[in-house]
């Protein structure tokens, strides 16, 4: 799903074919707050507005806009993933919750980069003397064909 964000709230963003207009929803409130618009750049001052209005609304109620989140969920996993991560966190000395807290806490932290491309890519991060063969690179780490390549 496609997303865009304003005074840290996020709006879904799609489209109708059928109705030729780009249209959202404020996501994580209280609320159904919808919007649309024609162009991508009416969408985003539409959604803003809706932002504007559902707080301004919300404060006149004395209503709180965010939708609470109880702090537990479901995770569902394969046995292998879950066996592994019982192994990381009794050899931590700490429970699956806590290790599965931790992991999601780094992730999130570590989430300062957004990506809006969809295309197969691979990142790599190291320290190194030579200069990297990115060709063998890519035929032993990724499922993209090397550069001249067909599929």
Same mark, same amino acid.
């Given at each position: 799903m496609k997303t865009m964000g304003y005074k840290g709230y996020l709006g879904s963003v799609e489209c109708s074919f059928e109705?030729?207009?780009?249209?959202?929803?404020?996501?994580h409130v209280?609320?159904?707050?919808?919007?649309e618009?024609?162009?991508?750049?009416?969408?985003q001052e539409a959604f803003e507005q809706a932002v504007d209005d559902y707080l301004e609304t919300?404060?006149?109620?004395?209503?709180?806009? #965010?939708? %609470?989140?109880?702090?537990?969920?479901?995770?569902r996993v394969t046995p292998e993933l879950h066996k592994a991560a019982v192994v990381i966190a009794t050899q931590q000395e700490i429970s699956l919750n806590e290790f599965v807290a931790q992991t999601?806490?780094?992730k999130i932290d570590g989430h300062n980069e957004i990506h809006h491309h969809h295309e197969p890519h691979f990142h790599i991060e190291a320290s190194v003397?030579?200069?990297? #063969?990115? %060709?063998?690179?890519g035929s032993r780490y990724s499922t993209m064909p090397a550069e001249g390549q067909n599929e």
């Open positions: 109705d030729n207009c780009l249209f959202g929803q404020l996501l209280n609320d159904l707050v919808n919007f618009a024609d162009t991508p750049a009416a969408l919300c404060k006149e109620l004395g209503k709180e806009p #965010d939708k %609470a989140f109880k702090g537990s969920f479901n995770v999601l806490r780094e003397n030579e200069p990297l #063969d990115f %060709a063998e690179m």
